[in-house]
């Protein structure tokens, strides 16, 4: 996700006259400019406004580009719920919608868990946004079927369970950041982190690669890097942050690091500087935040922190002139929907922030997908649907 901050609205007035007269309007156009949209090169990076062009009184947006559209949104908004040859999204479990671009110009979201129309229940299923849908749409059809998309290299082990974190382009290819978990009926919610990396996307197969969990993992526990992910703007490093540290109540520290386009690791360190280790004990706590997920954005102002305490029920956020700069807790930015009245103990988790999503002429709108689940040890009074994760945009 390339870091960048959302280009103010630009109308064009186009078209110079001859000088053959004052009233020889041949190349102008009168009305008004239509506001152009273009869509970034990176699939899961922001879109842009572009400037329309005028020819033979006609005005026109730049080839690739297209006129925008906003469509207010109204009501709860589900994502992809009722698409084609899905059944359900599963409540909050490891991730939420984890965005993953691809070799081939797509922003993939992954669900954790999804049930598939013909009844199976499938981990890391792709579902596919409309890019070009107008602004403020709820997604509801995917592009592409929903399909498991995750392969795991090595021998078979039916015991493991992969969490994908999220994915960046960097050096002319996908990075995805993932985590391994083992099933462990002795855990309280059933499963315990054996560690994580990065994976790379196959274009032939059209699958997210996991490297084989019985080789030793690019970091520890400690570090436990894939909370959050943010391209650098020198192009030749992704930021990316892990929240392993003592922390406060419900709520980890997070620490800072930046993998190069081989994913070599430099951490943030408490002097300022970028080192060379994956030591966790030499890295600066730079804020903090709930377990696995959350979301690092530029904003209208500098760059955004969006993220939850654990079983929390509010969309929190810090902000920062520079991602390694210090960050300053900030406002909150919403409530979550949740089933309270039927499931007390349901919470929110999980709010990744998708910039492929973000009206251009709203620069201060972030639309936050964020997973619903329940911390009751049996099964949850509510709905399927109240355990679908959300949609929201949110100035």
Known sequence: MKARRFLPLLLCACGARTGLSQTDVSSDCHAT??????????????????MATCAAHQWSCPSGARVYARAEPAGVCRPFHGASGLGGVGAWGLSDMARVPTDDGRCLWVADSATLADGTVARNV????????????????????????????????????????????????????????RTDPNATFGAVEVGGGVGRWDGTSQRIVIPDPSK????????????????????THAFVWGCAQPGQFLKQGCELARLDANDAVELFAKDGQFLPTVDASQGATVFFGGTWMSSVVAGANGFVHVWMDDFGSTIHSDTASDPTGTWTPSKDLAQCDLPTADDPKSFCAGPIVHPELADPTRPGELPITYGVGS??????????????????WIE
């Open 33 to 50: 400019a239509p506001i152009c949209v273009q869509n970034a090169n990176d699939p899961c990076d922001a879109p842009t406004v572009v």
């Open 126 to 181: 792709a579902l596919e946004p409309d890019p070009n849908a107008p602004f403020g749409t709820c997604p509801g059809e995917s592009l592409s079927p929903p399909t498991p998309i995750v392969t795991v290299e090595g021998p078979p082990d039916p015991n493991l369970l992969v969490q994908i974190d999220g994915g960046y382009r960097l050096g002319g290819k996908t990075h995805v950041l993932y985590r391994i978990f």
């Open 216 to 235: 030793p993992f690019p970091w520890g526990l400690d570090l436990d890097l894939g909370d959050a992910q943010l391209v650098a703007s020198d192009g």
């Open 375 to 392: 911390s009751s040890l049996t099964t949850p009074p509510g709905s399927a649907d109240d355990y679908w994760p959300r949609l929201v």
